[in-house]
């Protein structure tokens, strides 16, 4: 992957390939990978802080549901933004 990552950055692409914006599909597997890494940290410290691992569960599930939904409309619009293309 890393090897794949360096070839490709070493191809010239033209601003055109670059200003295209990702597909919806791809926010939706960004939003699920991170929520998946946030929902672990937000368990530890919620059981941490709670001691009690159905409080924490519960904390995580919402904590997710509602994160993912925000992350995938932050990434449309942002993707929507042309500045910085």
């Given at each position: 992957?890393i090897a794949?990552?360096?070839?490709?950055s070493?191809?010239?692409?033209?601003?055109?390939?670059?200003?295209?914006?990702?597909?919806p599909?791809?926010s939706?597997?960004k939003?699920?990978?991170?929520?998946?890494v946030?929902t672990?940290?937000?368990l530890?410290?919620?059981?941490?802080?709670?001691?009690?691992?159905?409080v924490?569960a519960?904390?995580a599930?919402?904590?997710?549901?509602?994160?993912?939904?925000?992350?995938?409309?932050h990434?449309?619009?942002?993707?929507?933004?042309?500045w910085?293309?």
């Amino acid at each position: 992957m890393i090897a794949q990552m360096l070839l490709k950055s070493k191809e010239k692409t033209t601003y055109k390939e670059d200003a295209v914006g990702e597909k919806p599909i791809r926010s939706v597997a960004k939003a699920l990978s991170w929520r998946v890494v946030g929902t672990l940290d937000t368990l530890i410290v919620s059981y941490i802080l709670t001691g009690e691992m159905s409080v924490a569960a519960s904390i995580a599930s919402v904590d997710f549901l509602t994160k993912m939904v925000l992350y995938f409309f932050h990434e449309r619009i942002w993707n929507a933004v042309k500045w910085g293309k």
